[in-house]
């Protein structure tokens, strides 16, 4: 189920303290908020989507804004999963339009879970929060047709990071709420600049001081142990629609909802007792990585778009968020610039790939091999010393890391 916009509009919800219930409480409260906004859309002025993982999340008119924004809408064009739906997994087929607006709401979720949690005195100004917010909504407005896989195809000369910043700066040439125009406008456009940074994980980009306030680059982009709202989300949507893992294997929530702001203010503090959940995250990224993300025959798919792309569409590897044409620049439009190669059709037809032991020739043009390998989640894992952890020490369970790669291997005749 795609996410859809439910055709009212909500009132400005409030966000109250839930620190006295338990985590079941406080899903079941939610639960019973989000019925009462349902039920009371026709008096509403925020937007309001259906997300199959969040349910309903509500969106204030500046995010509206941005979302209906022709580079955003973009994004409903675009696959989260690249070929993987074309090659095996038809379910497979959400899009990163779908994801931003969930890792939005994740990050809300986040924010509200260290104001929780956290005996900081430093409140977080709200234009710090609309940072946040807006960079989680837009960390993949730079992605190329098929995600992933297009930079595969460009050969590392293109970074959906680095080019979703040109994007950014469009839209925020041509805002219009007074919200947006504080973030650009407001002490040198400071705001823009922070999401632009927090977009790539990089605070070194900002020419002022966090003060205390640090801690915000670990939510969107943590380049410092890999825990984000970013993955959060994506595993959770990913899994959800492949059913691969399972709920058990998927328990991992705790590591955003316990985390705390650090005595400091410059990073994000885990609890201890949830250590062991870290791994399980990174087990589960890896689960998908080898059972979906690199199946041999998705893999073949991006070798054969890169070698039809290169062979008749070299032009579209030029293309940039900066680019005229970038808002329609999409899965869609890529297939059908190279149509006319004979072997295009095997990307909408999965059956007329047969394995086969190997290649007969090099210059096979017919045939396709893939070599890869997924390093194990205990590599993933960043050694101990990378996480900020709290709380009672002897609640740290151990764990054992898989450290072994699994190879990814297979070749396929196109008949």
Known sequence: MLSSLICARNGVGQDSELSTLTIQQQHQQLKLREKQRISNVAATHNMLIEDEVHGVIELPSFI????NHKLFQRLKSIKQLGLLSLAERPNGDHTRY??????????????????????YELDLPVWCRHAVEIAALLHDIGHGPFSHNWESVCGGSFDHEHNGLMCVDIMFKEVKSKELLALRNDNNGRGLQLIKALIVGESERLSFPMMGHGYIFDIVHNSRCGLDVDKWDYLRRDNLRLQILTEEQMQFDEIFQNARISSDGQRIEYRYEDYHLIYKLFEARWGLHVAAYRLPK???FDVLLKKIVHRNQKKLLEIRGGSSGWDSFHDNEVLQQIASDPQAIYLSAPERWHKTQSCDHDDDDDCICVKSEKPGPGVDMKPDEFYALYGDKTKKRSIIRQMTSTPIRACYKLQ
Request: glycine share 4%; aromatic share 4%; proline share 0%.
């Open 98 to 119: 779908e994801h931003c607006i969930g890792t939005y709401k994740s990050a809300q979720v986040q924010l509200n879970a260290l104001r929780r949690n956290s005996n």
């Open 298 to 300: 998705s893999l073949a």
């Open 64 to 67: 509206e804004e941005l979302v």
